[in-house]
């Protein structure tokens, strides 16, 4: 053992450069948010005490405007913990490697796939395959595949694969390939070994796997879209006989089968002749009158099947999208683990998600650009970023439910296995039996160990929960990206997607596990605040919808909601626009984003707000009142030939009728026909563009409001491709927005 005089960190933290700068602006902004409040407070005092509430729009405008500010100025304050503190990490992975090469702990990496058709398989073997080729000890390393599909062509896929591996892990480790997934690894263009010496060699084994490769990908696409397992491989394997039970994704036995194993080393062993990682598929028990839990269900049941199995003590969970592009992040996360200093009271490792299809622009922000540059950075320096589902390396023991005490230490020897003597046979056996349904019946499963249940986001109330006991968490962006996955490429996925994370969040929120209440003294005040910020984010539809339809509709009365420019109230308001509009700007920017992503993010923002966030409150609502069940609306990883090619050319692709696009199109159509209205108005009277100087910020608004749904307008009356928004949406939202305009015009 060496002593602590020579103790060398495996990572270190550094605090992110303008953390101070940025506090100065904070705070100036801040002063200007109390002068808005103060505006606002007194204003309505006055009115209110000299009898002029009718010229002013009567008093509940004002309240109303009152109140929205108060929230974005709440809301804003919430957010600042995620930007107040940011902290970057390092790792030192040669250091890891010189002490403990040869004390490395098993991990089991745990790939969730829940339907074949939205997921498709050759997507999810890639991701399998990704991580069965880290560089890592192959005899250390297990791989579950869960799939709540249940489906034969995932488990069809799954065989195809590990053949394949047998070739391809070993092509990975010898010439260091990046990244691991075969499909963007045959997808990039530029193919090198690390090593030029053995470039014959390379080019060589490159066209062996490549073919291979190219072979299976036939096989299993076709099997795909014929959705029939070929005969000579159902005959071949006797893992399909556990099909002829099956009567549907939601109702049939535990199917699993161990691919490659140890305890059968003959067929586990690549081709030169050196042992694979642990191979499972794994398609739990589904009845219909057990409830299944989604993804968290899914996991719970990995972590139970795998501990007879594997029982890695570290454990990933990764989407069946997300490959890992960046074959060192085992070693990454061990850096932290093991760190003998600090490592014992980190529970997760949270890599950010990082997607491989967004283009350049980002049109409907999907990139989470701010999120993982900024905001989990922010967190990092709280305490610990929330557990965002993928990307995600646990500690077993704190993912099961064990709380933190300062005595702790991590014991890393590993342990033998629980069942030396059995088989395999025996083994799959005794697995198959803990992923039963009614094996929880009556246990802690769910609430008090692994993923917890009811909650459309089980990753963040889960993470929330291991850090309220106790546990800390560190959020690591290397500049390799760890993982790449599919990002939605259509407005109404993404708006779904958005509702189930808003939804699931404020949930968290009004639950036992809080941030705000239960969370308090359990963990940092910073990252209370945190977390709020994230869970508030359904809230936010009132105030945002205020603000985007009474001011222009109140525009088109003349009656004025702002102090006028020449008014020094004023300048708080233009000081909050402008400043934030910059340090917005500058903030994407340096995150790698472009001007027009910028732009494109704004407007997310505001669609999220007016459609996502309001059908996430009002569910939620209903919810308390017992009105709707939780669900999960599985993200689509495919899409047509023609919606993708719009998405290429960043085209915003609506396509279908939806209330959230009626609701979109509705508030887009009535700030247009207020603009008109005041254009015409300033043009054709005398005197008309005083209005602009009286109600210059009301103009500006509804403005804004109308540059940004310029998208809109387009895919209601000028497009005439399939991704357009059909007529009879058209129609609706025109009629809406209209009879509401001269109502307020007229009467
Ligand atoms: O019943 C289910 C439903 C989903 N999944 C899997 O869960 C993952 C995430 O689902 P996806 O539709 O891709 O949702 P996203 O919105 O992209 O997922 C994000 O948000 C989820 C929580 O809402 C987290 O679980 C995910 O890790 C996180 O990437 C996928 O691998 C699914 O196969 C299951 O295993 N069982
Ligand atoms: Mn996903």
């Not at 491989?233 to 161990?258: C, M, N, V």
């Not at 999960?632 to 998405?647: D, P, Q």
Request: aromatic share 14%.
């Amino acid at each position: 053992m060496r002593n602590r005089g020579e103790y060398t960190p495996l990572f270190e933290t550094k605090n992110g450069r303008g953390n101070f700068i940025y506090r100065l602006f904070a705070i100036s902004l801040f002063v200007s948010i109390c002068f808005i409040w103060f505006y606002r407070f007194n204003h309505i005092i006055i009115i209110t005490t000299n009898y002029t509430q009718e010229k002013n729009g009567g008093n509940w405008v004002w309240l109303g405007l009152f109140a929205a500010e108060l929230w974005f100025g709440f809301y804003w304050i919430l957010t600042q913990a995620l930007r107040w503190n940011r902290v970057f990490r390092q790792t030192f992975k040669n250091r890891l490697s010189q002490r403990y090469e040869h004390m490395l702990p098993k991990v089991d990496i745990f790939v969730c796939t829940a339907n074949p058709v939205i997921e498709p398989p050759i997507m999810v073997i890639n991701t399998v395959l990704s991580v069965m080729s880290y560089d890592y000890p192959s005899e250390k390393m297990s791989v579950y595949l869960s799939d709540d599909g249940g489906s034969e062509l995932t488990f069809y896929a799954l065989l195809e694969a590990s053949t394949f591996a047998k070739h391809w892990v070993p092509f990975c480790k010898r010439f260091k390939v990046e990244p691991r997934s075969p499909a963007a690894y045959f997808n990039t263009t530029l193919h090198s070994s690390s090593d030029s010496l053995s470039d014959i060699n390379f080019a060589n084994e490159l066209a062996i796997v490549k073919k291979l490769y190219n072979e299976m990908e036939r096989r299993i696409k076709d099997a795909t879209e014929l959705k029939r397992v070929p005969n000579e491989a159902r005959l071949k394997h006797e893992g399909f006989s556990q099909w002829d039970s099956y009567s549907s994704p939601r109702d049939h036995g535990t199917i699993l089968q161990i691919l490659f194993h140890k305890k059968d080393p003959n067929n586990s062993k690549d081709v030169d002749g050196f042992i694979l990682p642990t191979l499972v598929y794994l398609a739990r028990e589904k009845r219909p009158q057990y409830h299944h839990n989604f993804k968290a269900g899914a996991i719970n049941s990995l972590l139970r099947v795998s501990s007879i199995i594997s029982n890695g003590k570290i454990i990933l969970t990764v989407d069946c999208d997300m490959y890992s592009n960046n074959s060192e992040s085992i070693r990454d996360a061990l850096c932290f683990f093991m760190d003998e200093e600090k490592g014992h009271e980190i529970a997760y490792v949270q890599f950010p998600q990082n997607f491989e299809n967004v283009t350049k622009n980002d049109l409907y922000s999907s990139a989470l650009l701010l999120v993982s540059e900024v905001e989990f950075h922010g967190a990092d320096g709280c305490g610990g970023p929330l557990y965002i589902g993928t990307g995600c390396f646990h500690k077993r023991e704190s993912l099961c439910g064990m709380k933190f005490s300062d005595e702790y230490r991590h014991n890393w020897m590993n342990e033998d296995d629980l069942f030396i003597e059995a088989n395999l046979h025996e083994l799959e056996e005794k697995s198959k039996d803990l992923a039963s349904c009614s094996y929880e019946e009556n246990t802690l499963w769910g609430k008090e160990m692994g993923l917890k249940y009811g909650c459309p986001v089980e990753d963040v109330i889960s993470g929330l929960s291991i850090q309220s006991q106790g546990w800390k968490s560190v959020y690591y962006n290397p500049p390799r990206k760890a993982f790449l996955g599919v990002a939605p490429t259509s407005l109404l996925q993404v708006l779904v997607q958005h509702k189930r994370w808003s939804e699931g969040d404020f949930q968290i929120l009004l639950s036992k596990y809080s941030p705000a209440w239960y969370g308090f003294g359990r963990i940092s005040f910073g990252l209370q605040m945190g977390y709020c910020a994230y869970c508030l984010w359904a809230p936010n539809c009132l105030a945002t919808l205020y603000y985007s339809i009474i001011p222009s509709l109140y525009l088109i009365k003349g009656i004025n909601l702002f102090p006028k420019m020449s008014n020094p109230w004023f300048i708080p308001y233009a000081y909050i626009i402008i400043g934030e509009t910059i340090y917005s700007l500058l903030e994407f920017l340096s995150s790698g984003g472009t001007f027009k992503g910028w732009w494109n993010d704004l407007r997310i923002w505001l669609y999220k707000r007016t459609s996502s966030y309001l059908y996430a409150f009002s569910d939620t609502i209903l919810k308390l009142f017992g009105f709707s069940d939780p669900v999960f609306t599985i993200t689509s990883k495919v899409s047509e030939e023609e919606v993708s090619k719009r998405h290429e050319k960043e085209i915003m692709e609506f396509g279908t009728s939806s209330p959230m696009f009626t609701i979109l199109a509705t508030l887009a159509m009535l700030n247009l026909f207020c603009l008109v209205s005041v254009l015409k108005d300033a043009i054709l009277r005398d005197g008309g563009f005083g209005a602009y100087e009286k109600m210059g910020l009301q103009v500006m608004l509804c403005g804004f409001l109308v540059l940004i749904n310029l998208p809109i307008y387009q895919g209601l009356f000028l497009r005439k491709d399939s991704g357009k928004l059909p007529s009879s949406l058209a129609m609706k939202s025109t009629t809406l927005a209209l009879a509401l305009f001269i109502s307020f015009r007229f009467v």
